[in-house]
């Protein structure tokens, strides 16, 4: 599976998913240059690499995520971080994700994390 994270997931979500699953393709916006940059562009960044995004924006990315979808663009899938939610139960959730789904499962999909 391959991953973009927005700039604020914490490095140690990142670190735990590789210790776990070292085959995991993960790209971080903070070091593609895009930290600050409009969400559409996050997601454009995603699209144009096949990425599924792994984001604690839940105000703002869920609609332009569904704006992707509605205008027939590519979207490989967005992750939303459940605001209240520990790091341990988001790894949790994407590291069952990983182990038991295809990415292209997640296409067009807006999930939030940890899975209820």
């Known amino acids: 599976m391959k991953f973009l994270t927005d700039e604020h997931i ?11 699953r070292p085959k995991l393709d993960i790209a971080e916006v903070r070091k593609a240059g895009l930290v600050g940059k409009p969400d559409p562009l996050i997601l454009e960044r995603a ?3 096949g990425r599924i995004l792994i984001t ?28 209240k939610a520990s790091i341990g139960e988001v790894l949790a959730s994407l590291l069952l994700i990983t ?3 295809q990415e292209e499962e997640w296409d067009q999909q807006v999930i939030y994390v940890p899975l209820d």
């Open 99 to 101: 182990a038991v789904s």
């Open 56 to 83: 604690r924006d839940v105000s703002t990315m869920p609609d332009y995520a569904y704006a992707r979808v509605k205008a027939g663009l590519p979207m490989p899938g967005v992750f939303i971080w459940r605001r």
């Open 47 to 49: 699209a144009a690499e």
């Open 10 to 20: 914490p490095p140690a979500l990142l670190r735990g998913l590789l210790r776990e």
